[in-house]
């Protein structure tokens, strides 16, 4: 059972109210100043994504966190403005045969896609 402390409980609640996800330097610039530190931030993260409320994703080897949903997501990253879009997972059933055609278990998967958002397609 996960001790909810002061600053783990303000940042449950932040993430809670984020509609995108955010690397650990992005929540701290957004936290009150002074509230904590960025060390905090990322130990209290990777504490939430240990008990799978928030889940953790690398994009350009920078960890993004979310709060966790039932439904696994991915990403669509524009190389030029950096919005990130979300998509659907449609990789289960694929790795899963290959895992298993080759005794493979899997523990997760992460998956980005890159290219140009629609804006930025017009702007070139």
Do not use: W
Request: charged content about 20%; overall charge neutral.
């Amino acid at each position: 059972m996960l001790k909810m402390t002061k600053q783990r409980q303000q940042l449950l609640s932040f993430m809670q109210k984020q509609k995108a996800p955010l690397s650990a330097e992005m929540i701290y610039a957004k936290l009150p100043l002074g509230s904590m530190n960025l060390s905090t931030v990322y130990r209290i993260m990777d504490t939430f994504q240990q008990y799978h409320l928030v889940e953790k994703t690398f994009l350009d080897n920078t960890a993004y966190y979310k709060i966790a949903s039932s439904e696994h997501k991915h990403y669509m990253v524009c190389l030029k403005c950096h919005k990130m879009i979300e998509m659907d997972c449609h990789f289960h059933g694929v790795a899963d045969e290959d895992a298993e055609r080759h005794h493979f278990k899997i523990t997760g998967h992460d998956l980005t896609v890159y290219g140009y958002c629609e804006n930025c397609q017009v702007q070139a």
